[in-house]
Every structure is written in C-alpha cells, then in structure tokens.
C-alpha cells in the first residue's frame, strides 16, 4: 500500500503549521479520513510501545525498535498500519511543539492524553502491543483504552523480531 511507504512524509505535510498537539491530533484526523477513503479499508492499524519511559537516554533506542516493529506488522497486514515513530519523525514538528518545552513528567502526561484522544476518535480498529508495553506508562494507558473502547489487540512476540534481526545481520 502507497500509503504504508509515504505515510511519514504525508504526516510531515499535514503538520507544517501545528505548533500544538491539538493541531497534531486535528492533522491526524485528516489523514485518518484520507487513507480511509484511499485505501478502502474498514481497519487501520496502530503500534504501541515503550519509548520515553525509560528515560530520556533511551528514547533513541526505543523509537528505532518501535520503528522496527511497526515495519514488521505493516509487512504481515493487509491494511495501513502507523505509530508514533510515523508522525513524530519530523524534526521541525517536534521543535515546533509547545509540548515539547514541558516537564518531563507535564511532557509525559500531555502525550499520552493525546494518544488516548486518537484512539478516542474511533478510527482505530487494532492495536498492536509490542514488546515490554507494560513497561509504558503511555502503552498501558493505551492498551487500557483500546480495551475499553472494544479495539481488536494483538501482542507482538519479542522473538519474532529477535530472529528478524538475527537474519538481517
């Protein structure tokens, strides 16, 4: 699917003027609406897993094992699939975000209230739990959301992606 390979430059394009995560939430609702219609799906898929919870020393790690993840999955699925590795891969857009200048405890909060907003839109069909979710502060306040609000939830197996990587190497 056209949108799977484009879907970080599309999200750079629709966020040029957000300078909020209201106008990140607002933009991905465009863009929800747009491969909806696109690609024909009835389900769309969203990655989760542990990135900042760590400390700020590992986020760098973790976006690039989420980012691994989520190639997987949208590899193994016939639908368009993204996390927050698509939308937040964009240097401009993370300066730009007032969120961004918080506390790293204020900065915690705002994020996870806004992945709670998307999956609050009702677009999400399936979640995705990758590896060490529970570890997340922010995953595990998404797999509680996504159960409530009845979104279909898969668990990545760890040692998929450990024989992925064996092989590529």
């Given at each position: 699917?056209?949108?799977?390979?484009?879907?970080?430059?599309?999200?750079?394009?629709?966020?040029?003027?957000?300078?909020?995560?209201?106008?990140?939430?607002?933009?991905?609702?465009?863009?929800?609406?747009?491969?909806?219609?696109?690609?024909?799906?009835?389900?769309?898929?969203?990655?989760?897993?542990?990135?900042?919870?760590?400390?700020?020393?590992?986020?760098?790690?973790?976006?690039?094992?989420?980012?691994?993840?989520?190639?997987?999955?949208?590899?193994?699925?016939?639908?368009?699939?993204?996390?927050?590795?698509?939308?937040?891969?964009?240097?401009?857009?993370?300066?730009?975000?007032?969120?961004?200048?918080?506390?790293?405890?204020?900065?915690?909060?705002?994020?996870?209230?806004?992945?709670?907003?998307?999956?609050?839109?009702?677009?999400?069909?399936?979640i995705f739990m990758t590896p060490r979710w529970e570890q997340s502060e922010g995953a595990t306040d998404e797999y509680n959301t996504a159960q409530r609000l009845g979104i279909q939830i898969h668990i990545v197996d760890h040692q998929v992606l450990v024989e992925s990587i064996e092989k590529g190497k």
């Amino acid at each position: 699917m056209v949108y799977n390979y484009t879907v970080k430059k599309e999200f750079a394009e629709i966020t040029v003027d957000a300078t909020n995560l209201g106008h990140v939430r607002d933009a991905v609702v465009v863009l929800f609406e747009r491969v909806r219609k696109e690609t024909e799906s009835s389900r769309l898929g969203y990655v989760a897993g542990i990135i900042g919870s760590e400390g700020e020393d590992k986020v760098a790690v973790n976006r690039q094992i989420l980012q691994e993840h989520t190639d997987r999955i949208r590899a193994a699925n016939g639908f368009p699939v993204f996390s927050a590795t698509d939308i937040f891969e964009n240097p401009e857009l993370w300066e730009r975000l007032e969120e961004i200048r918080l506390s790293t405890p204020e900065r915690r909060k705002a994020f996870i209230a806004f992945w709670r907003e998307v999956l609050e839109l009702g677009k999400v069909t399936d979640i995705f739990m990758t590896p060490r979710w529970e570890q997340s502060e922010g995953a595990t306040d998404e797999y509680n959301t996504a159960q409530r609000l009845g979104i279909q939830i898969h668990i990545v197996d760890h040692q998929v992606l450990v024989e992925s990587i064996e092989k590529g190497k």
